[in-house]
């Protein structure tokens, strides 16, 4: 009978003690996934703090062309853009926010991306395709810096490639140049004699012979996108030839464009003289000297500005695209008309623009970008 007694005592006591073990294996495992998980999501807090930088610290610059930053054109666009960015996030000028580095001359370009290099920028833009070297060699060499060029493409992981369907913004100004021309004489002015330029020439050439085709088209290149003086030289022969609107794709060189047109309309005021703009709305650049009337008849607006704020907050963000070619077109507003000389530009001519704006982007029309394609699609008018 004690031994039944001793028995059932060691049992229950054995049941008893497996239970309680049980129970703190149990909680001890809990206790070991909750702190697990706590660890890990410290783990990944410090991960995203380490790729994602704040806007503190986050810095980008630009390489000018020698067009310099105050070009009226495709440089000061892409500074403005970036002063943009800049102030967005609270950020001054200088090292530790957003830069740029002017081109004098060809040389400096290679120099200048260094140093911005050496000064720890995150992304360091080149603006203009006559970068293209300087970017493809600073990039190989710094394989885990990012940069971005405009307006070409640099096949390099770290490189993200900015283009714009330059085409399809002159196909528009060159219909507003045909529509508004009284002598059936129009002018290009191109700066380097170019791929990206002949995408300017053979856009605006397209727009005026699709609204008419006997229109006469004088079409130069100064060879620079600096030299003012030949701009004006080269706008001189045109106006005096006849032709009463040029457009320019020139860079500071198309500055000498505008102050001839504004030296003929002060000593002719009678006389409708007209330039066309690039890039940004160059309404200002054709104010006269009393700031009365401008002799910008519109502007052909490439984004440059919004190309460079964008990619800087992809960067900033984490979402930096190295190796990616972007462009924007006429489908997200990259580029346009301007509209603001409302005087110069006729109901008739903005309802033109529209409707063939809307032939471009239904795919009813292709405009052509290069001299080749120009060809056949004068040919199938």
């Not at 970036?82 to 000028?93: D, R």
């Not at 008739?348 to 029309?365: F, M, P, R, T, Y």
């Amino acid at each position: 009978m004690n031994l039944h007694k001793i028995l059932y005592s060691f049992c229950f006591m054995l049941i008893i003690s497996l239970f309680l073990v049980a129970c703190g294996s149990s909680n001890g495992d809990n206790t070991n996934a909750g702190d697990n998980e706590a660890a890990t999501n410290n783990s990944n807090t410090e991960e995203s703090n380490e790729n994602d930088k704040s806007a503190e610290d986050y810095t980008v610059a630009m390489v000018t062309d020698t067009g310099g930053v105050d070009d009226k054109s495709f440089n000061q666009s892409a500074w403005e853009g970036l002063q943009a960015w800049g102030e967005e996030h609270g950020l001054e000028q200088g090292q530790d926010g957003y830069d740029y580095s002017q081109s004098e001359d060809d040389s400096d370009y290679l120099p200048n991306f260094t140093r911005l290099v050496r000064n720890d920028f995150d992304i360091v833009f080149g603006i203009g395709f006559l970068l293209e070297d300087a970017v493809s060699k600073i990039a190989s060499q710094n394989p885990d810096k990012s940069f971005a060029i405009v307006d070409t493409v640099v096949e390099e992981p770290n490189v993200a490639s900015i283009t714009f369907a330059e085409h399809q913004g002159s196909f528009l100004v060159g219909v507003a140049a045909a529509m508004t021309t009284k002598t059936d004489k129009v002018g290009f002015v191109g700066g380097v004699d170019s791929d990206l330029i002949n995408k300017f020439e053979v856009g605006f050439v397209s727009g005026v012979k699709s609204v008419d085709p006997n229109i006469e088209i004088n079409i130069q290149y100064a060879e620079d996108f600096s030299d003012a003086a030949k701009g004006k030289l080269i706008a001189t022969q045109m106006y005096n030839d006849g032709a009463d609107i040029i457009y320019h794709a020139a860079g500071a060189t198309g500055n000498g464009v505008f102050a001839q047109a504004k030296d003929i309309k002060k000593n002719e005021p009678e006389r409708e003289i007209w330039v066309i703009g690039v890039d940004r709305d160059q309404y200002e650049e054709g104010l006269n000297e009393d700031g009365s009337a401008s002799v910008t008849l519109t502007s052909m607006v490439k984004r440059v500005d919004i190309s460079v704020h964008e990619v800087s907050n992809l960067g900033m963000n984490g979402e930096f695209p190295g190796g990616e070619i972007i462009e924007f077109g006429l489908e997200d507003e990259g580029v346009g008309i301007a509209t603001t000389n409302e005087e110069a530009l006729s109901t008739d001519v903005l309802d033109a623009v529209k409707d063939w704006e809307e032939k471009i982007k239904n795919g009813e029309i292709t405009v052509p970008k290069s001299r080749d394609e120009l060809k056949e699609f004068e040919e199938n008018m």
